[in-house]
């Protein structure tokens, strides 16, 4: 007889003055427990995911994702939580199962493990140009043979196209070239955006990019329905350049995903298992995009849960594009679960055993 949902327990582990990771384990009246990450910058997000929660107590892990799918998603905070809930009610269902998490999501998946690339920018707390090329130094040295990188520090559409805005772009530039002068021949160079330009920058930046070897350009300017033509035009002008355009990190729910797929705003979108409003939603999202001919690559600038969900749908989704991680932010990444994640040359492997197959292991759980 499955077990029924009796609490649901927030922990937050501290990893640098940037970032906290931020967990919800819920456990079962059988004392089987199922965890999930919800990472984000939102002063009530504790206290949302305990509100979440709080309708599923006494069901089942099957159960409760029937009602959980069944409450609306008002905000990305709310498809955060239910998100967090999600992994971790999957992660109990899947080892009702007797399955990994990968074989849940998709019956007959092949892959177990998946290419990954580095993202620099929070291990690069040094913003020189020589720090940057330091860091890609040492992710190449760790085997990577992609190196991701948000260089235009302090960029916004209000400041792009000024004077102290061009300085800052140059900055970012000088950065980049830093980084190409590594990567040349050994990796490749994306660059992260982070909606910091308007269209008209965006399009003079992008022969900049072409320039330095760029290969992949991902959310140059603010996400709205009404900006796909403008996206369209950018993917287009990459297209020519051959850079892959990238965008869609924090959209959520197929609604969410659906005008900039269906409007060919980009090569890739980027769900993300902490936003995309749950693992089977996710699933959905990309077999929308893979009916458009778009690529899906799963956003995972996070902590060890997140990357090994991360790890599971992307084996789910067939394992053809690499994997965010981000890299070497912190020994924790290595230290806070049992067992750890396995990533050797670049490429991660999904653990075999049921459910997510790994546990939190820190003060608390």
């Known amino acids: 007889m499955a077990g029924k949902l009796v609490k649901a327990d927030v922990v937050i582990v501290p990893v640098t003055e940037r970032t906290a990771w931020r967990h919800v384990v819920v456990t079962c009246d059988d004392g089987r427990v199922g965890v999930g990450e919800y990472t984000l910058y939102e002063p009530a997000i504790d206290d949302l995911v305990r509100r979440r929660f709080d309708p599923l107590i006494g069901a089942t892990a099957t159960d409760g994702l029937a009602r959980l799918e069944a409450m609306p998603m008002a905000d990305l905070a709310e498809a955060t939580a239910d ?11 899947a080892q009702e199962e007797g399955l990994p998490i990968t074989h849940h999501l998709k019956v007959g998946a092949t892959s177990s493990s998946v290419r990954l690339y580095a993202n620099i920018n929070r291990r690069t707390r040094d913003r020189s140009p020589d720090s940057v090329a330091a860091s890609a130094r040492s992710a190449i040295a760790a085997g990577y043979d992609a190196i991701k990188i948000a260089p235009f520090d302090d960029v916004s559409p209000d400041n792009c196209d000024s004077e102290e805005g061009r300085a ?18 050994d990796a490749d160079l994306m660059v992260d955006c982070h909606w910091r330009f308007t269209t008209g920058a965006a399009r003079s930046l992008i022969p900049e990019l072409a320039g330095l070897g760029i290969t992949w350009f991902e959310c140059p300017i603010p996400e709205t ?10 993917r287009a002008m990459c297209a020519d350049r051959g850079m892959r355009f990238a965008g869609c990190e924090t959209m959520f729910g197929r609604a969410g995903f659906a005008p900039f797929v269906s409007g060919g705003a980009y090569d890739v979108i980027m769900p993300d298992v902490k936003h995309a409003g749950g693992l089977a939603e996710l699933m959905r999202v990309a077999e929308d995009a893979e009916r458009q001919g778009v690529a899906v690559s799963i956003h995972n600038p996070s902590g060890p849960i997140a990357h090994t969900h991360s790890v599971h749908a992307t084996c789910a989704l067939g394992g053809d594009e690499r994997l965010e991680v981000q890299f070497d932010e912190s020994p924790l990444f290595m230290t806070i679960t049992d067992p750890p994640p396995v990533i050797v040359a670049g490429m991660a492997t999904r653990p075999d055993g049921p459910g997510l ?3 939190l292991e820190v003060d608390g759980v």
Do not use: C, F, H, K
């Not at 998100?83 to 269902?93: E, G, H, K, P, W």
């Not at 772009?169 to 950065?175: F, N």
């Not at 329905?225 to 950018?234: E, I, K, S, Y």
């Open 83 to 93: 998100s967090a809930l999600d992994q971790a009610l999957r992660d109990l269902v």
């Open 168 to 185: 800052l772009i140059e900055a970012g530039l000088e950065r980049l070239r830093a980084a190409a002068g590594v990567t040349a021949g």
């Open 357 to 359: 197959g790994m546990r």
């Open 225 to 234: 329905p009404d900006a796909v033509a403008d996206l369209r035009d950018l």
